[in-house]
Nanobody
């Protein structure tokens, strides 16, 4: 069974950057699609970005041009580089691999 540990959240001012990381501590990795989701208070969890094992990337329109998803199969890591952050990006961000969710990491963007 896959296990995930996320890190990298925090508080940043609008226009700033953060990089989220997700490491798979147990289980296979390279064959799976990986994704980042986020959930803001009072809202449903939504897909932010996904990356298949074959390299196909998908972004939500709200983050296109600002966020970049990547993976390192050798390290079993998934990354989300977030630039030009805005207050509406404030949410708990979750990594998803092989049907398993990470614990979530809080991202807060101040005006």
């Amino acid at each position: 069974q896959v296990q995930l540990v996320e890190s990298g959240g925090g508080l940043v001012q609008a226009g700033g950057s953060l990089r989220l990381s997700c490491v798979v501590t147990r289980g296979m990795f390279s064959i799976y699609r990986v994704a980042w989701y986020r959930q803001a208070p009072g809202k449903q969890r939504e897909l932010v970005a996904s990356l298949t094992s074959g390299g196909t990337i998908n972004y939500d329109d709200s983050v296109k041009g600002r966020f970049t998803i990547s993976r390192d199969n050798a390290k079993k890591m998934v990354y989300l580089q977030m630039n030009s952050l805005q207050p509406e990006d404030t949410a708990v961000y979750y990594c998803l691999v092989a049907g398993t969710w990470g614990q979530g990491t809080q991202v807060t963007v101040s005006p």
